[in-house]
Structure formats: structure tokens, C-alpha cells
């Protein structure tokens, strides 16, 4: 028996932007602004098929193709088709993306920003990292006060945002449930994040970890590519920083920064100042950090 998709009868909306009408969950290749994912892109339905679909991707262009088309991780890929069809109430006109959430920014970049994963109703609805919600309002005005950001908002995919010189991932690309992934979801998503530094490394120069989980994220997947760090191992704090030295190379900086959540930005254990502060340090020179 054939199982329908779960945009089988959907009612087609309007994209915010473009006007452009779409299905929720957006099936790959009907035009969705910046969606580099095909019908014949290959999918990964399981933890050894992202472990080789992610090796095997040529360039940053082909890794965002399949990364927008992971179908691995059960319950991450039921709550964001789930949340897709039956939409908060403010956004219950639009079509909601609800796939995983490609990296987005320069392909060039020297600083990558390493989030957690996509808000159910920010990033699994347009389809852009920390795009549609008060977490990317933060974000973005502040790589836009640091010169990484062409305007301070992200409201949709489309409007015309541009990174230069970042380039922006997270741990897990889909959205969890309660904000919550399990350590398994993590290890399954982790070669995508570490296909996108071997393509980066040459001209990497700082990474930014939002929050614990991006910095232990981060910090497992350099060790797996076999990045000299300090010992013991660097602990997560706002403002921490690390050297990190790929093989061969000259080191990459690691900064820490409380992650942009409402909870952090709402209760001011995170200001505006804090987060400029982070994203100044990431062009300061390393010295004596490793």
C-alpha cells in the first residue's frame, strides 16, 4: 500500500515574498527561493546512508541539496511535516517549508555560526536558517552590525538577505520536538556538519558556537577530523575561545556565545552588547589560545 505525502490535498498558499504558490511540506524543485534541492537529489533515509551521501558531496552547493532532502531521523522528520500542516495560528495563510534546513551564507565564508537547529515556526517554516523568528532577529542584526550581514532582518526566503564572509549551520537541520534532540539524532546529523568544515577549512578563520550544544557539537566533529585542540578540553561559556588547528594549517578560533533564544535574550542573560561583543572577537588574532 502506497502511504499519500503529507501535502496530498493541501490547499496551495502564497510564499510571503515572491507570491509564488506552495504546499506545506515544499516538495524539492517547485521553486521555493533558494531551495537547492532537486526531485532526483539523493535522499538519506537512514544513519549509514548520511554517513555517505555527506562524504560524497562534490562542493557546498551539492551538501545543501541533500541536506534539504534527509529523510534519517523518524521523529525529527514526523514533528516538522507534522508542524508543517497544521500551522500556528499567525502563520496558518503561508506555506510552511518542513524540510531539514539547508546551511545558508557565504560559500566562501571565514567565520561559520553553529546553531543548535531550526525553530518549528521559524526556520521549518521558510526554509532559512534563523529566518521568521525573534532568535534570527537578534542573530542577523548583529552579524549586520559586525559587516557579515547585508540588512539587519530575516523575515523570509527571498528578501533579499546576503552573507558575506559567514556562513551559518546548526547541530540538527530539522526541527525538534520541545526543542529537544536525542544523542543518536545528533550522531546522525553530525557528517553533514562535518562534510560542510572540510569544504570550508581552507578559509576558515573563526567559528561561532551558539550555546553548549553547538560548541560540544562542533568540538566532536573537529576531533573526528582530527583538529589539534587544547587540553583538557575547552569548556562552553559566553566568550570562551579556543584554538583549533585543522592538519596543516594555521589554527581556526573558536568563540562561545549564549545561545540567541528568548529565554536568554528575554530574561537579559543575553544583551545586544554580549552578542557584538562575541562577534568582535571572532577577527581578533590567535595567539597564545592553543
Not at 552590525?145 to 540588512?151: E, K, V
Amino acid at each position: 500500500m502506497t502511504v499519500p505525502p503529507p501535502n496530498a490535498g493541501a490547499t496551495p498558499l502564497p510564499h510571503p515574498v515572491t507570491g509564488q504558490s506552495f504546499v506545506s511540506p515544499v516538495p524539492p524543485g517547485t521553486g521555493w527561493p533558494g531551495d537547492p534541492s532537486a526531485p532526483d537529489t539523493p535522499v538519506a533515509t537512514d544513519t549509514q546512508s548520511v554517513v555517505d551521501l555527506a562524504a560524497d558531496c562534490a562542493d557546498l552547493e551539492d551538501l545543501q541539496a541533500r541536506v534539504g532532502m534527509c529523510r534519517a531521523c523518524p521523529r525529527l522528520l514526523a514533528w516538522r511535516e507534522q508542524v508543517a500542516v497544521h500551522k500556528r495560528a499567525a502563520y496558518a495563510d503561508e506555506p510552511y517549508w518542513g524540510r531539514p534546513v539547508p546551511p545558508f551564507g557565504d560559500p566562501a565564508a571565514r567565520v561559520l555560526v553553529v546553531g543548535l537547529a531550526p525553530a518549528a515556526h521559524g526556520g521549518n517554516r521558510t526554509g532559512r536558517m534563523f529566518t521568521g523568528d525573534r532568535s534570527g532577529d537578534w542573530l542577523y542584526a548583529a552579524l549586520h552590525r559586525a559587516g557579515y550581514a547585508n540588512q539587519p532582518d530575516s523575515r523570509a526566503a527571498g528578501d533579499g538577505l546576503a552573507l558575506a564572509g559567514a556562513r551559518i549551520v546548526a547541530a540538527a537541520r530539522c526541527a525538534p520536538p520541545r526543542n529537544v534532540l536525542t544523542a543518536q539524532e545528533r550522531a546522525t546529523c553530525a557528517p553533514w556538519l562535518r562534510r560542510e568544515l572540510e569544504l570550508l577549512t581552507p578559509g576558515l578563520t573563526a567559528i561561532l558556537a551558539l550555546g553548549g550544544v553547538g560548541w560540544d557539537a562542533l568540538l566532536r566533529v573537529t576531533d573526528d577530523l582530527g583538529w589539534q585542540r587544547p587540553k583538557p578540553r575547552p569548556r562552553f561559556g559566553h566568550g570562551a575561545v579556543a584554538a583549533l588547528r585543522p592538519p596543516g594549517r594555521a589554527p581556526v578560533r573558536l568563540v562561545g556565545s549564549y545561545h540567541v533564544s528568548q529565554q536568554n535574550t528575554f530574561t537579559g542573560r543575553l544583551t545586544a552588547s554580549m552578542l557584538d561583543e562575541v562577534c568582535s572577537a571572532l577577527e581578533g588574532q590567535i595567539s597564545s589560545e592553543a
